[in-house]
């Protein structure tokens, strides 16, 4: 079965998330200590009083972003695809 993806938009898309992945860690760079960012929302309505706010730690997201960048690498070398959903 032929994918319905073209390996152009693939190549694309991995840039992108790259660029995405770098641009957060340049944003980080410049923080310290925690900050506060919106998660979602709780309920059905997205409105201002169901915003949900969680602090994150500049340090464990930069590790994550760390970690994800590795993986990328990782996957690039054994020329394996990976997959995300979600934002």
């Given at each position: 079965?032929?994918?319905?993806?073209?390996?152009?938009?693939?190549?694309s898309?991995?840039l992108v998330a790259?660029?995405e992945?770098?641009?957060?860690r340049l944003?980080?760079?410049?923080r310290?200590?925690?900050?506060?960012?919106?998660?979602g929302?709780?309920?059905?309505v997205?409105?201002?009083?169901?915003e949900?706010?969680k602090?994150v730690q500049?340090?464990?997201?930069?590790?994550?972003?760390?970690?994800?960048?590795?993986?990328?690498?990782?996957?690039?070398l054994?020329?394996k695809?990976?997959?995300?959903?979600?934002?």
């Open positions: 079965m032929k994918s319905s993806i073209s390996s152009g938009s693939r190549v898309s991995k790259i660029q992945l770098e641009i957060a944003d980080l760079s410049e310290s200590g925690n900050f506060r960012v919106l998660t929302w709780l309920g059905e997205q409105s201002l009083e169901a949900d706010w602090t500049v340090e464990e997201l930069k590790q994550i972003i760390t970690q994800l960048l590795e993986l990328v690498a990782e996957a690039q054994a020329k695809l990976l997959f995300a959903m979600g934002d």
